[in-house]
């Protein structure tokens, strides 16, 4: 994974840490992050890079593994319990790597 390092700043908030968690129509997770960056996180792609050994050994992905079921803001990570019964957990370092849009990944 191309991880982006982020640095807190004395005085700001954590750009790793979410301000709000939202769908984006039914196939997207939205998160805002403190340091005001929108991230857009399309379910299918999420269940992929799923950090768990199970998801990893995955060479496809069955249409219904890819819809969430359930989403949950915890302290430290972003939970998403899919239609399948398979929760995958994202910490929030983690999740704000997974970030693809141009800002993020050097685009223009």
């Not at 805002?32 to 990893?56: K, M, N, Q, V, Y």
């Not at 803001?73 to 939970?79: F, Y």
Request: aromatic letters at 6%; charged letters at 20%.
């Amino acid at each position: 994974m191309n991880r982006k390092l982020l640095l807190p700043i004395v005085g700001q908030p954590d750009p790793a840490t979410p301000k709000d968690v939202h769908l984006v129509g039914r196939y997207a997770l939205g998160v805002t992050w403190a340091d005001e960056h929108g991230s857009i996180f399309p379910f299918d792609r999420l269940r992929r890079d799923c950090p768990c050994g199970a998801c990893a050994a995955l060479t496809a992905l069955e249409p219904a593994m890819g819809v969430a079921r359930d989403i949950k803001k915890h302290a430290d990570a972003i939970v998403v319990t899919w239609s399948d019964g398979h929760a995958s957990r994202y910490p929030h370092a983690d999740l704000r790597a997974l970030c693809r849009c141009a800002g993020c990944t050097g685009g223009h």
